[in-house]
Nanobody
């Protein structure tokens, strides 16, 4: 599975950005797709996830501001980020995994990572 992220950039606090992740390869190997982020000196954290059954989960700090979605026909997943805050500044990574039914996706159980894209929110 290959993941290609795009859409990062510099935005002022309160602004919006949309990240895109193009998915290719052996897609049958995954049933969850999502976004993770990492800042220097901190552990990587899952920000938003989407299952093949369209169940979404969000990091508490982004609930109500970020929305994960998928394109209806293309293998592309989006992360719409609104009301951005300086603390959202991070490198964002597209991620994918096969998560067994009843289990929770954690960073450690991620199977595939894309290259990161920098998001910088200025105050």
């Amino acid at each position: 599975v290959q993941l290609q992220a795009s859409g990062g950039g510099l935005v002022e606090a309160g602004g919006s950005l949309r990240l895109s992740c193009a998915i290719s390869g052996s897609i049958f190997r995954i049933n969850h797709i999502g976004w993770s982020r990492q800042t220097p000196g901190k552990q990587r954290e899952l920000v938003a996830t989407l299952s093949s059954e369209n169940v979404t989960n969000y990091l508490n700090s982004v609930k109500g501001r970020f929305t994960i979605s998928r394109h209806s026909t293309e293998h592309t997943v989006y992360l719409q980020m609104s009301s951005l805050k300086p603390e959202d500044t991070a490198v964002y990574y597209c991620a994918a995994a096969w998560i067994p039914s009843g289990s929770t996706w954690s960073v450690g159980s991620t199977d595939y990572w894309g290259r990161g894209t920098q998001v910088t929110v200025s105050s």
